[in-house]
């Protein structure tokens, strides 16, 4: 690419994540993090859910894990893991609490934690 080149990609679309469950999934999804469903989903062939973030999408897909038995890190940073802001990360504290999920704060001082779905995807929490 040139320096004065546009890029060809403008924005992020929408993330997958792989789930075992999809209404297991849609329970950390919906009751904790509060996101709606979004009913266009058309039928692919397979169980699964879109979430509305903003003008972007979570999917969540149930489909067969090829990292079931690879070892995941500790720490949801030092993984793959989807960043979402909230508003509020004191209640999305209760609300991991109340489910009993653990979760562990930034090491960067942000007012951030990290913590995993029921289908141990990490996730970023950053309150803005």
Known sequence: MS???EPLVSEID???LIVQDVETALRFYTCILSLNVDSTRPDLGYP???LIVGSKQIHL???PDPDMNS???EHGGRDRH???RVTDLDKVIRRLDK???SYSKSKSGRAALFCRDFDNNAIELVEK
Request: hydrophobic share 45%.
């Open 3 to 5: 320096p004065s080149e």
């Open 14 to 16: 929408h993330c997958s």
């Open 48 to 50: 699964g859910a879109w």
């Open 61 to 63: 897909l149930q489909v």
């Open 71 to 73: 070892q995941r890190p």
């Open 82 to 84: 989807l960043a979402l």
């Open 99 to 101: 489910a009993g999920l």
